[in-house]
C-alpha cells in the first residue's frame, strides 16, 4: 500500500491561497447585495452575505470590479469579440454571464484555477439551471463535456490546475482548443502575488511568447513596503498565507517592469485611488450615498495599496496599447 505523503508547509500556504476566492466571493456578494453593483449570479455560488462588511470594503470592491471590467470590456471592442479571454486563478468570478447577458461574449471564454476550486464551481453549474442554460445555449450539441476538474463547451471551458505548472497548463489549454492566433486578454486578481516571482515571470513570459496579440490584465497590492503594506502582510502571515510575490508589489513601476522584463511591449499601472476617480463619477456619487464612510483617510490608504496594471503586445495592430483608462 502506498504511503500517504506528509502535509507541507507549501500545501498549507496553497489551502490558505484557496480560502481567499471565498473571502472575495463574500465581499463582492456583501457588495451587491448593498447595490453597489448589480451581479444576479453570485447567489448560486454564494448562498448568504455573510456577515456584515465595512464601508470602504464595499467601495475597494467596487473599483476593482468595475476597473477590471473596463478595460475587459475595452479590450472586446477594440477586437470586435473576435478573441479569447483566459481568466487565471478565476475562482467563482461570474463574468462569463456577465458577458453572455450583454451580448459580448469572445470566441471562447477560459477559466483556470486551482482543481478544488473548479470542482466545486462545475458541481454549481451542473446543479443551478441561471448557471448551465448560458452555456447550453452557446453550445453547438445538448451535452456539455465535463469530467470532475474540467468543463468545456464551445464558448466556456473551466480548467482545473496549477499555474505555477506551465506544461500541464499549456497542455490542457490546447486540449479545450485555446488558439494562439487569436487575439487574447489574460485577466488575473490577487494571483500572481500568491507565486514567487519565478513562477510569476514564467508566467507573464510564457504568455508573451506564446500569444503574438494580447493583453494582461493583473490587480493586486502595490506599495508594499511602508507600514501600512507591512501590516497587510502580517495580517495575512497570521492566517499561513504568505504573499510569496511581495517584492514585485513594492511600486507601480516594480509591476509594470514584470511584464516589460518578460517580453511585452507596453504596460502601464494605476493605483485603485486614481482608478477610483476615473470611473464614471455619477455611479461613485451613487454609491457614496448608499452608507456613512467614517474615515475617508481609511479607504485611501486601502486603495493606494491596491492596484491595476495592464500590458500589451500587438502584432495584429489592432489598438491595444489605447485601451486605458
Request: proline fraction near 4%; charge should be negative; charged fraction near 25%.
Amino acid at each position: 500500500m502506498a504511503s500517504r505523503q506528509p502535509f507541507t508547509d507549501s500545501d498549507t500556504a496553497d489551502e490558505a491561497v484557496r480560502t481567499t476566492c471565498d473571502d472575495a466571493s463574500t465581499c463582492k456578494r456583501f457588495a451587491t447585495s448593498r447595490g453597489y453593483w448589480s451581479d444576479p449570479y453570485i447567489q448560486y455560488f454564494v448562498r448568504t452575505t455573510g456577515e456584515r462588511k465595512a464601508p470602504e470594503i464595499n467601495r475597494g470592491y467596487y473599483a476593482r470590479v468595475h476597473g477590471m471590467n473596463h478595460l475587459l470590456d475595452a479590450f472586446l471592442r477594440k477586437t470586435d469579440c473576435n478573441c479569447q479571454v483566459v481568466n487565471l486563478g478565476a475562482g467563482l468570478d461570474t463574468t462569463f454571464w456577465r458577458l453572455k447577458g450583454m451580448n459580448m461574449m469572445p470566441k471562447k471564454y477560459f477559466e483556470v484555477d486551482f482543481p478544488m476550486i473548479v470542482a466545486r464551481k462545475i458541481h454549481n453549474i451542473k446543479t443551478k439551471p441561471p448557471l448551465s442554460k448560458p452555456l447550453i445555449e452557446t453550445h453547438s450539441t445538448d451535452s456539455l463535456l465535463f469530467d470532475g476538474h474540467s468543463l468545456d463547451s464551445d464558448r466556456y471551458c473551466i480548467i482545473g490546475t496549477d499555474l505555477r505548472d506551465l506544461p500541464n497548463l499549456e497542455e490542457k489549454l490546447k486540449k479545450f482548443q485555446m488558439n494562439a492566433e487569436l487575439p487574447t486578454l489574460f485577466l488575473s486578481e490577487c494571483v500572481l502575488v500568491y507565486m514567487t516571482p519565478q513562477h510569476s515571470n514564467k508566467l507573464v513570459h510564457w504568455v508573451a511568447d506564446t500569444f503574438h496579440t494580447a493583453m494582461f490584465v493583473n490587480y493586486e497590492q502595490v506599495n508594499m513596503a511602508d507600514r501600512f503594506g507591512q501590516v497587510m502582510v502580517e495580517n495575512l502571515l497570521r492566517r499561513q498565507c504568505t504573499l510569496a510575490g511581495v517584492e514585485v508589489c513594492q511600486s507601480l513601476d516594480s509591476q509594470k517592469d514584470r511584464f516589460l522584463s518578460n517580453g511585452w511591449e507596453n504596460a502601464d499601472a494605476l493605483d485603485m485611488m486614481t482608478v477610483y476617480s476615473l470611473l464614471p463619477q455619477d455611479d461613485i456619487a451613487r454609491i457614496e450615498r448608499l452608507e456613512f464612510l467614517d474615515e475617508r483617510e481609511l479607504l485611501q490608504q486601502l486603495l493606494q495599496h491596491y492596484c491595476i496594471c495592464w500590458a500589451s503586445k500587438d502584432k495584429l495592430r489592432l489598438g491595444l496599447s489605447q485601451v486605458a483608462f
